[in-house]
């Protein structure tokens, strides 16, 4: 097949930041040198980038997964730009499409199915589905909110007023313009770049498939560290109206705490969240799967997977009724008085249910053990 037609004006862009942040800094870093409020800066202005990406463009704008006030929306539209990596509006269309259509090459704009370099950063560098620049049709509720086509429409002008303003500025104040052009300028831009790229490539190759195998997407902590959250990859897949990536406490995903701390602002709202028993059967069925795998072919791979699901069939059972039993729980917790909860009927059928599950949770992980 023919290919697409180069990008002539992305090729430049990412080869000449490219090519500053790679020789340009470290040079200037050998000669001359960076102090702490440049380099501060510099880490600030990453770190507004990527935020800007995750909370705003990915968590809000592509999945609505909670709602923002018009000023928390303004600056994640500046960071955008600041960010250079198209309009909210555009960025948003891609992204839905890629979790319509995950890993169906030529249809998924980044597919990784396509190798890495295509997930990477090859499929901006190519025109391989030019129409698309047109059709908006599936981010129809965004034109709808005024800043995201105000940032749109003047998306070039922003681009050129935050990637040269920022650092001008910082320069002017701080009294070396050479420093912060490459730290704030061209450092950043290109850090920004990548580490969000990750999410496209790394993220559906390197890590762990733990709610669902229907996709390439994977669950990797170490991205997480990198993306600001987002390399929890393989739950977002799955779970994509939920505003957190990393669900548990643990998790590294500042963008959770972000879009979470705000909400005591009043300047994020409606805050989505997926139901644990839903999650939960998800990753209980992923178990189950590579079980079941491993027993194929054991020699008494047919009774031991009859157990494996007689296990699996009772743990699931055990946990509707604990979540079943853990809502009238919280049901009765708003009509009643607190002390008149502890002594109810309804405790003491979820402390009986809880300790049952607990029991069966036990069960099956001695079994999976056994197996592994």
């Known amino acids: 097949m023919k290919k697409p037609p180069i990008i002539w004006l992305n090729v430049f862009v990412f080869s000449i930041t490219f090519l500053f942040a790679a020789i340009a800094v470290p040079y200037r870093a050998f000669t001359h040198g960076f102090d702490a409020t440049e ?17 705003g463009y990915h968590r809000l704008w592509s999945h609505r997964t909670y709602q923002a006030h018009w000023s928390l929306r303004l600056i994640y539209a500046l960071g955008g730009a600041f960010a250079l990596q198209n309009s909210a509006l555009h960025w948003s269309s891609d992204h839905r499409i890629h979790h319509k259509h995950v890993d169906k ?4 704009p980044y597919s990784a199915k396509m190798g890495f370099w295509h997930s990477h950063i090859g499929w901006m560098l190519r ?3 030019p129409a698309k620049y047109n059709d908006y049709n599936n981010v129809r509720d965004l034109q709808k909110d005024a800043i995201v086509v105000w940032q749109h429409k003047h998306y070039l002008l922003l681009t050129i007023l935050m990637n040269f303003g920022v650092p001008i500025l910082f320069g002017l104040w701080h009294g070396d313009m050479i420093n912060s052009l490459l730290l704030l300028g061209f450092l950043r831009l290109v850090l920004s770049h990548h580490t969000t790229f990750f999410i496209n490539s790394l993220a559906h190759i390197w890590g ?5 195998d229907k996709n390439t997407a994977r669950d990797n902590g170490v991205l997480a560290f990198f993306t600001f959250g987002e390399g929890y990859h393989n739950y977002h897949h799955i779970f994509e109206n939920d505003y957190r990536n990393g669900i548990r406490w643990w998790h590294f995903d500042p963008t959770k705490w972000l879009i979470k701390g705000c909400e005591h602002l009043k300047l994020t709202s409606k805050l989505r969240v997926t139901p644990e028993v839903k999650i939960e059967k998800a990753r209980l069925s992923m178990i189950l799967l590579r079980s079941q795998q491993k027993l194929a ?8 997977l009859e157990r494996l699901q007689h296990e699996y069939d009772e743990l699931i059972h055990k946990i509707n009724e604990f979540y079943a039993v853990r809502k009238a729980l919280i049901a009765t917790k708003r009509d009643q008085l607190m002390a008149d909860v502890e002594n109810s009927e309804v405790m003491a059928q979820y402390q009986e249910i809880k300790r ?4 069966q949770q036990r069960s099956w992980q001695n079994m999976v053990e056994k197996l592994a």
Not at 297 to 304: G, I, V
Not at 356 to 359: D, K, N, T, V
């Open 39 to 55: 380099i501060t800066a510099a880490i600030i202005c990453f770190i507004y980038c990527g935020m800007s990406i995750t909370a």
């Open 105 to 108: 090459n030529h249809v998924d």
């Open 127 to 129: 025109d391989h589905q």
């Open 208 to 212: 762990k498939q733990t709610y669902t």
């Open 297 to 304: 072919a054991h020699p008494d791979a047919e009774q031991l």
């Open 356 to 359: 049952r599950l607990a029991e």
